[in-house]
């Protein structure tokens, strides 16, 4: 009922060239349809080839998009959040009130859910969850979820009725409840420290949802098993019951030409991160191709003003002004990365169009530099009391093609004559100057969530702090789309944000980021959670 699994990531490698060229020499390639040839069929182990290995199965922590992707399969959540609508619906929770300004949510459990150690998902349970996830563990190192705002306590109203307050409104917490932030987990695995729940431990974190981790190979490979006795699939899913699958075995491939020559040679049957150098290759053998959007915080160079050199917002904005966004999506990605018109991506929640903010205009941001008393040097690099205006930037490992991203507009800003040194981000310092904004002013990131929440998350002082801000303002804006239980009032908030943000030329959105995924034609039932993680449960193979 599968393919063949591959058993090590020196076999992936060793078939990469012959995929190649058995891909160019093929006459009958698979239509790639990706239309079921019938029901759907129960059995077989998918092989799935992952960019790069997880760090941690702590659900706050599983935003990498390697964590997500285990824990999305591995947990069940009170909520579902319908990926096409946007809308929250029941899984765990079956209904669910929340009070007029936000503070207060009781929820409703099914009766029938239990982790896979068979203890129960009861509400004593649920309540130890979003106890740690929304107050943290220091004796254990388990943070607070960047998801959950205000949060103050739980009480436990009876076996299958958990109530949740907070100490200010709290109206993205319903929307938190559906996220892989918040995948429920056993009372047991809670008492885990933050170490481990890292790799080398995945066998020992016991979750809810359809699978289970049986062997892990640290660092290359997962093995994941159907659980048998999974019966609480979200009541708008038209599968219940067990997954399809009866397992599915992850394999960590970071070599492109290997995760798609291992594709297109019937070796791996789905891949994640088919870059977009390789995406006509994967469509013309007949493959299925997936982009589904991340809808957060776009692909973005934030602009870190307290480094001297940026404090200027003349310098910022002559930055902003001298970074062609379209060249750099023309000249490295495809269709599937439209170009960026605001902080926030266009399928975001909340989303306004900041365009004219963010204009291409080489010879304004010359005028700019001209104005901050930047002159060119002897080399064309801009100097200033006895200052070169040069930059550093380091790639951005877990981003789509950061290194070669970042040296193109290098060169773009080489034209206003500003120097940008691109560093890698293997370097021993790497975690550390990035939360210096001397020795790193411009950083490459991005988040995804679908809720108003996302941009709080980004850049709050408390949360990611991408822009290492002491911008006060910049947090009481971002504290009210967190805080403001008027869904209109909250999307105006948002909205604000976004404004602020391009007024004040802190960051450089570049594209909207997708997560782009391969499959073989004879894999189906495809899905994804609401920004782009894949969702396994309702895949089947017809071969």
């Excluded at 591959?6 to 006459?27: E, K, M, N, P």
């Excluded at 765990?92 to 936000?102: G, K, L, M, P, Q």
């Excluded at 062997?215 to 599968?239: I, N, Q, V």
């Excluded at 013309?284 to 982009?291: D, I, M, V």
Aim: net charge negative.
């Amino acid at each position: 009922m599968s393919r063949p699994a591959v058993r090590a990531v020196a076999a992936l490698a060793a078939i990469a060239t012959a995929a190649t060229l058995a891909s160019c020499a093929s006459s009958s390639a698979p239509s790639g349809s990706g239309e079921p040839a019938g029901d759907p069929v129960t059995g077989g182990t998918l092989t799935y080839l992952e960019h790069q290995t997880y760090t941690n199965l702590y659900p706050p922590q599983a935003g990498f998009y390697p964590n997500g992707g285990i824990v999305n399969n591995i947990t069940a959540r009170l909520t579902w959040q319908n990926p096409e609508t946007l809308e929250i619906e029941p899984w765990i929770a079956t209904e669910w009130t929340v009070n007029e300004n936000a503070t207060e949510y009781t929820f409703e459990l099914r009766d029938d859910a239990t982790f896979s150690d068979g203890t129960p998902i009861d509400a004593a349970a649920v309540a130890k969850n979003f106890d740690t996830y929304g107050l943290g563990n220091p004796d254990l190192g388990l943070t607070i979820s960047e998801a959950i705002n205000n949060y103050e306590s739980s009480e436990v109203v009876d076996d299958d009725t958990v109530t949740f307050r907070f100490s200010a409104p709290s109206p993205g917490f319903l929307q938190a409840t559906s996220t892989i932030n918040s995948g429920l987990l056993s009372p047991d695995t809670l008492d885990r420290s933050l170490e481990e729940f890292g790799a080398g431990n995945a066998t020992e974190i016991v979750g809810s949802g359809p699978f289970v981790i049986t062997d892990e190979k640290l660092g290359t490979e997962l093995t994941f098993e159907a659980r048998e006795d999974y019966d609480w699939a979200p009541p708008s899913f038209e599968h219940q019951g067990r997954a399809y699958l009866d397992g599915i075995h992850l394999i960590v491939a970071p070599e492109d030409s290997v995760r798609i020559g291992s594709l297109l040679a019937g070796q791996a049957d789905y891949i994640r991160y088919v870059q977009a150098f390789d995406e006509a290759r994967v469509e013309s053998a007949g493959f299925e191709l997936h982009a589904p959007q991340t809808r957060g915080v776009n692909n973005s160079i934030g602009l870190r003003f307290t480094n001297p050199l940026l404090s200027d917002i003349r310098v910022r904005q002559a930055l902003v002004a001298g970074v062609d966004a379209q060249e750099v999506v023309d000249t490295i990605f495809t269709a599937n990365y439209p170009k960026a018109t605001s902080a926030l991506s266009s399928t975001a929640l909340g989303y306004k169009d900041e365009s004219s903010f963010y204009e291409y205009d080489p010879e304004k941001a010359q005028e700019l530099l001209d104005e901050a008393g930047w002159e060119p040097g002897s080399d064309g690099i801009r100097e200033k009391d006895g200052q070169r205006l040069s930059l550093t930037v380091y790639e951005a490992k877990p981003q789509p093609l950061s290194k070669q991203t970042l040296e193109l507009i290098a060169q773009q800003l080489k034209k206003i004559g500003v120097e940008l040194n691109v560093k890698s981000a293997d370097a021993g310092t790497y975690a550390e100057d990035i939360q210096d904004p001397l020795k790193t002013p411009l950083y490459h990131s991005m988040v995804g969530r679908a809720d108003l929440d996302v941009i709080k998350s980004q850049y709050h002082t408390q949360n990611r702090d991408t822009l290492l801000s002491d911008d006060a303002e910049l947090d009481r804006l971002l504290e009210v789309v967190a805080s403001e239980p008027d869904p209109a009032e909250r999307v105006e908030a948002s909205q604000a944000v976004q404004d602020y943000l391009a007024e004040q030329a802190y960051v450089i959105p570049l594209f909207e980021e997708p997560q782009v995924y391969g499959t073989a034609p004879y894999v189906h039932g495809v899905e994804f959670e609401s920004v782009g993680r894949p969702l396994f449960y309702d895949v089947w193979l017809d071969e």
